[in-house]
């Protein structure tokens, strides 16, 4: 047989090998370079107030989500009202991170379906998103009260997935 002949063989097992090797695996994970690392440095403008400044530093001391929403994301709207009773029974502090949505919009949707937000800033070009490595709203992630990354969760939470995975992290049971 011609090693020119094997090439076509190599190239089929080599493919088969990569989707194989993906089967299985959720295709909505993306890992976060953040994750095991500090929060990034930032300061926005809150959202129902922009002359005052939401920044890292001002969101230290508590452990919290940090929730990335637009009044634009269809998917937001599913996970809110979740999101909302856990905050309003405390399971945990609750940061909005407004993102690529107009000011106008945002605070509209928050009167419509509820601001559970003990906080919210702003991103209305998408900079700040850049430095979080966003791609897409919602995303979740889990924030230690040192500041430091615990979690990045993609696409919109449920209560299963609160139970079994945030709320342990916030907790400091990883």
């Not at 998917?75 to 502090?93: D, M």
Request: some cysteine.
């Amino acid at each position: 047989m011609k090693p020119r002949a094997l090439i076509p063989l190599v190239v089929f097992v080599a493919i088969g090998f990569f989707l194989y090797s993906g089967i299985g695996k959720d295709p909505r994970y993306v890992p976060s370079p953040l994750v095991g690392k500090p929060m990034p440095e930032f300061s926005a403008p809150a959202l129902h107030d922009p002359t005052r400044i939401v920044s890292k530093t001002s969101l230290l001391g508590t452990p919290y989500l940090l929730n990335v929403f637009g009044s634009w994301c269809p998917s937001c709207r599913v996970e809110h009202p979740i999101l909302a009773e856990y905050a309003r029974r405390g399971a945990f502090k609750l940061v909005g991170f407004n993102w690529k949505d107009e000011k106008a919009d945002a605070e509209r949707w928050l009167q419509q379906f509820g601001d559970p937000y003990a906080e919210i800033f702003t991103d209305l070009d998408g900079r700040l998103g850049i430095d979080f490595g966003v791609y897409g709203a919602p995303e979740t992630f889990v924030i230690g009260a040192d500041g430091m990354v615990l979690h990045k969760h993609v696409g919109p939470l449920d209560a299963q997935t609160i139970e079994k995975e945030i709320l342990p992290l916030l907790a400091g049971k990883p």
